[in-house]
């Protein structure tokens, strides 16, 4: 009896001291878990490219040396850029007379509009207005807000503050690490994880199927998107280009789609040419209208499904409320663990079905 309280005692023992340890570690790692798990995403993604030259070369670190180098070349440079491109035209746009001055045509548009709106529900005895817009102060207070957010970020990139250049370093020390390591991860994941080793390889393999998923499938797809209609909108000389293809990626991700971007700019260009009696910018609105949603459903339709084969794909209300919930709870980085994080949940609750409840259903018809 003093034996078994005895190993009752050390047991629970044990557990809070791990419990305490593991509160420990997790707390040591917090700092750096956003670049710990970009390091993953990004070697999920380029590890073709180094499983290509090793087995050319047969040498890791040339492998090595090259995937980092291709990723510092393919998405650290080009983010640091399209942020520092994005608060250039945040600035254009509150600082900048002549936006304001635009801004103001587009209003008396939007409101004559309107006004011919109402007259006609009043001539047709329908008790029904539209209210009359002030977009001066909404886009002003949200480029303000866009600004809030990139300025502090630019500034350092500017800078090239301490903070930035330590990030860069502990990003690259994580690839040149993890690329030579990816193939071994499931074993070392199973090795540190309490759970069952089959378990353990379910949630690795889901959490690659994710990454392909939500980088893969929904990202690139929305790239490939909002640079197709970015290209008639440059030609346009529409105002704030990357500000509006970064918000059709993001659009595209959730997936609630850029239509609630190149819609309103055809939309307010027909108003804008009616107002000012210009066919031709009738003409081009109509035609960026019809050119974007055509392209859009044949990305949609041809490259997606190419992409997310063999991936995981959750519901897109549910894509939609994970990258929302994620953005709000994480910030940027949100976009990425929203749906890990849920992809995780719902894969615990399939192993939870299959391996417990079915046991159980199994030994009680016994």
């Known amino acids: 009896m003093k034996t078994l309280k005895n190993l009752e005692v050390k047991s629970l023992f044990f557990i809070i001291v791990l419990i305490l340890v593991t509160i420990g570690a997790f707390r040591i790692f917090l700092p750096y878990l956003n670049i710990i798990i970009v390091s993953l995403v990004i070697v999920q993604i380029f590890y073709p490219i180094y499983q290509g030259i090793y087995k050319k070369t ?7 040396a090259i995937s980092v180098l291709t990723t510092l070349i393919f998405v650290i440079v080009p983010i640091i850029l399209l942020i520092l491109l994005i608060l250039g035209e945040v600035r254009n746009i509150t600082e900048t ?4 001055g635009d801004l103001g045509n587009l209003q008396e548009s939007v409101n004559n509009f309107v ?3 109402n007259t006609l529900l009043s001539s047709n005895s329908i008790d029904l207005r539209v209210a009359q817009v002030d977009l001066s102060d909404v886009v002003i207070q949200g480029a303000d807000s866009v600004r809030a957010q990139i300025l502090p970020v630019a500034q350092q990139i500017l800078t090239l503050s301490g ?3 330590f990030n860069i370093f502990l990003l690259i020390l994580c690839l040149s690490y993890l690329f030579p390591l990816y193939e071994k991860l499931p074993n070392i994941f199973s090795k540190i994880s309490p759970l069952d080793k089959k378990l353990d390889l379910i949630l690795f393999h889901n959490f690659q199927d994710t ?14 998107q909002a640079t197709a209609v970015l290209i008639p909108l440059l030609l346009l000389h529409v105002n704030a280009p990357i500000l509006l293809w970064i918000i059709m990626v993001i659009l595209s991700v959730l997936p609630v789609g850029s239509g609630l971007v190149w819609g309103p700019i055809g939309f307010i260009m027909i108003i804008e040419g009616a107002r000012t009696g210009n066919t031709g910018q009738i003409i081009l609105a109509i035609a960026l209208i019809v050119y974007s949603a055509i392209i859009i459903n044949v990305i949609d339709t041809t490259l ?3 992409i997310m084969k063999n991936s995981i794909n959750i519901h897109p209300l549910v894509t939609i409320f994970s990258v929302l919930g994620g953005l709000s709870l994480f910030g940027p980085i949100g976009i990425l663990y929203g749906p890990i994080i849920v992809v995780f949940f719902i894969s615990i609750i ?7 409840l079915i ?8």
């Open 97 to 100: 007379s002549n936006i304001i």
């Open 163 to 165: 903070e930035i250049l």
């Open 350 to 356: 399939e192993i939870y079905n299959k391996q417990y």
């Open 115 to 117: 006004s011919s709106i």
């Open 211 to 224: 990454t392909k998923g939500v980088i893969k499938g929904s990202f690139f797809v929305a790239l490939v």
């Open 359 to 366: 046991n159980e259903d199994a030994s009680e018809s016994v």
């Open 304 to 306: 997606r499904p190419r």
């Open 58 to 64: 047969k040498s890791a670190a040339f492998s090595t």
